[in-house]
């Protein structure tokens, strides 16, 4: 197997602006309308942040739409705590939406490995903190090869192929399986909660 590459390939960033260009005002619009009805269908702020794992293992904030009902929710999400708007938004994958501003600031890329949580960054092997190489994406590999259908393991193998094979022509191919994805739903059920990597510390036998 091919070393992964220290770094995004040259040109990277340029085309992460040339894709927030292309998509800004459809994502404007399609982001005004989903806001719009999260904030008249539940109670509680329209999005929500939470810390993540970026390139190189650095921390950021990332944003999504609010999908669940408002308060103390559990990290793998309950699907009694889905609102309908919610629900759509999963479907559709526009809960991600919000991150088009994390990739303007630099801190996502259009393609690229999900951003993660730091306990689960923590259970990966060194070979699987490869992933770590790049900055997360909106959409990537794993996500276009059966995403929740996906353990995480398998997930991170699709990952670490994308890191070892990055390129302008790859990340175009994604882009496109990905509009079929979001149109099929396909992988939007929630990740399995006895997952080795994804299940929260609290379900880890000590």
């Known amino acids: 197997m091919a070393a992964a590459p220290a770094r995004p390939y040259r040109g990277k960033r340029l085309f992460d602006l040339a894709v ?7 994502a404007i619009l399609l982001g005004a309308v989903s806001a719009l009805a999260v904030r008249l269908t539940s109670r509680g702020p329209v999005l929500f942040l939470q810390e993540r794992v970026g390139r190189d293992g650095k921390p950021f904030v ?10 103390d929710n559990p990290i793998i999400p309950s699907a009694d705590r889905i609102t309908a708007v919610g629900r759509v938004l999963r479907r559709t994958s526009l809960d991600e939406l919000p991150q088009l501003v994390n990739v303007a600031r630099g801190e996502m890329s259009i393609v690229g490995p999900r951003p ?3 306990y689960q960054v923590d259970r990966w092997t060194d070979r699987q903190r490869g992933r770590l190489a ?13 995403r929740n259908d996906l353990s995480w393991p398998e997930r991170i193998e699709y990952d670490l192929d994308y890191v070892e094979t990055q390129s302008v022509s790859t990340d175009l191919a994604i882009l496109l399986r990905t509009a079929s994805a979001m149109l099929g739903g396909e992988g939007t059920g929630a990740t399995a909660a006895d997952d080795p990597i994804a299940a929260p510390p609290e379900q880890v036998p000590a």
Request: hydrophobic share 50%.
């Open 20 to 26: 927030l260009v292309t998509v800004a005002i459809p």
């Open 116 to 118: 993660t949580l730091a």
């Open 62 to 71: 990332v944003w999504k739409f609010r999908t669940m009902l408002d308060g």
């Open 134 to 146: 790049v900055r997360p994406g909106l959409t990537g590999l794993a996500q276009v090869s059966g």
